[in-house]
């Protein structure tokens, strides 16, 4: 599990990945699939 802090700053930049006018939404996709799996969470 992770702690509260991690949790924050995983939101955090959850929110601001996936709430952006940069990148397409292909990228976006592939950016949120590829933090899952680093924290072990498998989509």
């Known amino acids: 599990m992770l702690s509260l802090q991690q949790k924050k ?4 930049f959850y929110d601001s990945a996936h709430h952006n006018e940069v990148l397409d939404t ?7 699939l590829a933090t899952a799996m680093s924290v072990a969470c498998y989509p």
């Open 9 to 12: 700053a995983y939101k955090t």
């Open 26 to 32: 292909k990228t976006t996709l592939m950016i949120h």
